[in-house]
């Protein structure tokens, strides 16, 4: 048994996020030992109400007992207590919880959420916290999917490097190459966040139309990137950082004034725009041209995206369901996978991830 009471071998591991697009919680089955992926099982999405999204939003940003948190807590618990619980025959359960403020050279980052009581209420072991420990000691704490990646691309049987890209609220890029057994191993991974992704679009969309997102990109694809806004973007001293790094939602604060002159059509196009080209710079740290790139979360969906990667990139672009993977649920399935690492003391994350000083398994273990 490990410290989390689950069986030796493979388990059946259920996991929950609640990311940065603040749409919803998904949540999923993984079979995995903790180290390869062994199948994949039952899924399922509760999207938050637009009062609940609206509860998340004005808790952006905040800290513990600032005003805010307290509602947000309430929302996040309630959501995923209705969906985990819809779960049958899982062993152990990984809970992210809802970032709602992340600066880990600062004051740390803060993800509202209970694992205790969410253990006691599902009658399962729960793994959730999972940055914390990253953060103390001296890693960025995001992103933390790429050693799930990893466990993906030798999964798919990839023989050569490939990129996964999840364009979620924040864009992060994972570099692997799957040649190498372990994904804390040198030269195994190199992830970082790439720039802002869907979340300026959407809250462009909610501000000016009421709107949750642009569907099928319908609005951009109407519209023409300003290139002035764009290549001031481009001028934000994050993208020369060298990686590891990561960013809070809201880390481009101007890019809403960037953009703030233009037409509806226009300012989605520029913002897509940018989150295009911030995947760019991103790529030119990759120590390696990948073979292919696979793109998950909500930007798969949206075909201008897509087509401003594959323009400007020199390798395949597709959406990771072309490898037989859940776009909607990788991240849930990785904190699956990653609680049965922590219960069987893996490491999480590793420097060339999240630039924590060594190899390190993150995650408090509460049972029920």
Request: hydrophobic share 40%; glycine share 12%; proline share 7%.
């Amino acid at each position: 048994m490990s410290k989390a009471g689950i069986k030796k071998g493979p388990v059946r591991a259920l996991g929950a996020m609640s990311g940065t697009s603040l749409d919803g919680v998904d949540a999923a089955v993984v079979v995995t030992d903790g180290v390869e992926i062994l199948g994949f099982g039952e899924s399922d999405y509760r999207p938050y109400t637009p009062e609940e999204r609206a509860v998340l939003h004005r808790a952006l940003g905040q800290w513990p007992n600032d005003p805010g948190v307290a509602p947000a807590n309430r929302v996040v618990m309630a959501a995923h207590r209705e969906l985990m619980g819809r779960f049958r025959d899982v062993e152990i359960a990984g809970f992210h919880g809802q970032t709602l403020a992340h600066d880990p050279r600062g004051r740390g980052t803060h993800q509202v959420g209970e694992g205790d009581t969410l253990a006691a209420d599902l009658g399962l072991p729960v793994v959730w916290d999972f940055r914390t420990s990253d953060v103390e000691l001296g890693g960025e704490g995001a992103p933390l999917v790429p050693f799930f990646h990893h466990a993906c691309a030798r999964w798919i049987g990839a023989g050569a490097p490939l990129v996964f890209l999840n364009m979620g609220g924040v864009g992060n890029l994972t570099w692997v190459d799957p040649r190498i057994a372990r994904p804390e191993d040198e030269g195994a991974v190199l992830a970082f966040d790439t720039g802002p992704a869907n979340a300026p679009i959407n809250d462009l969309l909610l501000a000016r139309r009421g709107l949750d997102y642009d569907e099928d990109g319908k609005l951009a694809m109407t519209g023409r990137v300003e290139t002035g806004a764009l290549e001031l973007f481009l001028d934000d001293p994050y993208f020369s950082r060298i990686p590891p790094k990561s960013l809070d939602r809201n880390a481009f604060p101007e890019m809403m004034s960037l953009v703030g002159e233009l037409g509806d059509a226009d300012a989605a196009a520029t913002l897509t725009g940018m989150a295009a080209a911030a995947v760019l710079r991103g790529m030119e740290h990759c120590p390696e041209a990948p073979d292919r790139l696979f793109v998950t979360g909500g930007g798969r969906k949206n075909p201008v995206l897509m087509e401003m990667l594959s323009v400007s990139l020199d390798c395949p672009v597709l959406p990771v369901e072309e490898a037989g993977l859940d776009g909607d649920m990788l991240e849930a399935q990785a904190f699956g996978y990653l609680a049965v690492r922590v219960a069987r003391g893996l490491p999480t994350s590793c420097p060339s991830t999240t630039g924590v000083r060594m190899s390190v398994g993150g995650g408090q273990v509460s049972r029920p």
